[in-house]
């Protein structure tokens, strides 16, 4: 399978940004689809993941700012992130895993990043 991220960018505190990923390869709509991030200095920390059946499950602290959802017929998920904090600024991977628990823990395989900066 191959990830495809892109829809990074700066932009100021409070603002919002759409991130896209588009994945190829078989049966790519039976796999969870998520979202990781890395800050400098930090480790890669899970985001937000979307079963294929549209299940969710987010981190607390974006809880009720990011939006997770996926469009079956383009093999894509996205991101749709609000309310941006300095804190949110990292690079941001997709990833593709066997079930919300699954990919937390042991993604199958990582998109190469994009990196969202939030100006404060």
């Known amino acids: 399978v191959q990830l495809q991220a892109s829809g990074g960018g700066l932009v100021q505190a409070g603002g919002s940004l759409r991130l896209s990923c588009t994945a190829s390869g078989r049966f790519v709509n039976s796999y969870t689809l998520g979202w990781f991030r890395q800050a400098p200095g930090k480790e890669r920390e899970f985001v937000a993941a979307i079963g294929w059946r549209g299940d969710t499950t987010y981190r607390e602290d974006v809880k009720g700012r990011f939006t997770i959802s996926r469009d079956n017929a383009k093999n894509t998920v996205y991101l749709q992130m609000t309310s941006l904090k300095s804190e949110d600024t990292a690079i941001y991977y997709c990833?593709?895993?066997?079930?919300?628990?699954?990919?937390?823990?042991?993604?199958?395989?990582w998109g190469q990043g994009t990196q969202v900066t939030v100006s404060s």
């Open positions: 990833a593709i895993g066997n079930g919300l628990r699954g990919i937390t823990t042991s993604p199958r395989d």
